[in-house]
């Protein structure tokens, strides 16, 4: 089992940054796909990118070129680096493991907490 803590998150104004990280228990984190997914108020969550556990990646094209996924084994930790912010990217952010790189939230066993990122226009 995997346990992921959050951090990160907050208010930005539009085009500022943020970073995000994600924190796993256990030894087996090089083992797990990891995965960004948001949800917005009233909407379905939605998927924003995931790391291989070879270091692929793969971007919605909501967040290609603004949103960079990175993983550290070492520390078991996942980044979602969130650059160019726009309002509509205001939303919960939630981290994801999975035992392959999915791109549907129903895919993934286990999720962190979600924290709120609010972008000021």
């Known amino acids: 089992q995997v346990q992921l803590v959050q951090s990160g998150g907050g208010l930005v104004q539009t085009g500022g940054s943020l970073r995000l990280s994600c924190a796993a228990s256990?030894?087996?984190?090089?083992?797990?796909?990891m995965g960004w997914f948001r949800q917005a108020p009233g909407k379905e969550r939605e998927f924003l990118a995931v790391?291989?556990?070879?270091?692929?990646?793969n971007y919605a094209d909501s967040v290609k070129g603004r949103f960079t996924i990175s993983r550290d084994n070492a520390d078991y930790t996942t980044y979602l680096q969130m650059n160019s912010l726009k309002p509509e990217d205001t939303a919960v952010y939630y981290c994801?493991?999975?035992?392959?790189?999915?791109?549907?939230?129903?895919?993934?066993?286990?999720w962190g907490q979600g924290t709120q990122v609010t972008v000021s226009s």
């Open positions: 790391i291989t556990t070879n270091d692929g990646t």
């Open positions: 994801a493991a999975s035992t392959i790189a999915h791109t549907t939230a129903r895919d993934y066993t286990y």
């Open positions: 256990g030894r087996t984190f090089s083992t797990y796909a």
